[in-house]
């Protein structure tokens, strides 16, 4: 898990300490919010198992309005691969050849980082993903979403 975060952390070109849980004392400009990521989660995909196209931006996870940030970024990294399907995909990011959705395969180690928000703040729509269905074997990643402290 260390290596995971330090590699966010160099992908996302940030200080390692934004992603973990930290007080106040630490890092005052994040008094309110503790860290600038969330939890790293393990994600499961079986047979059949999906996660339509959609939009990581805008959820805080935190009721009141003066500590709410937006998601503005999103690391995947895949745990595994030889599965069938499971593609994540990304609808609105067409090839101008083929007019096809732009699409990664699982493969153990690699990562994938997009940001779903613009630089002015507002969501990036180029950024709604998909988990295709997995047809055969499992899915095994971890992703990290991590909050923009500057718009909040």
């Not at 992908?11 to 390692?16: A, G, H, P, S, T």
Request: charged share 25%; no cysteine; net charge negative.
């Amino acid at each position: 898990v260390d290596a995971i975060y330090r590699r966010a952390a160099d992908l996302l070109r940030i200080d390692e300490a934004l992603l973990r849980r930290r007080g106040p004392e630490e890092y005052p400009r994040m008094a309110n919010k503790g860290t600038a990521a969330e939890t790293l989660q393990l994600v499961h995909y079986q047979d059949g198992q999906e996660y339509t196209a959609h939009h990581d931006f805008g959820y805080s996870g935190n009721k009141n309005p003066s500590h709410q940030s937006n998601r503005f970024a999103t690391l995947l990294l895949y745990l595994n691969e030889g599965m069938e399907g499971g593609e994540t995909s990304f609808p609105r990011w067409v090839n101008a050849e083929h007019f096809e959705e732009l699409k990664i395969t699982p493969e153990k180690g690699k990562a994938i980082l997009f940001y779903s928000q613009l630089p002015d703040g507002n969501m990036d729509d180029l950024s709604q993903h998909a988990a295709h269905p997995v047809t055969d074997g499992e899915k095994w990643l971890m992703n990290l979403w991590v909050h923009d402290p500057t718009f909040g």
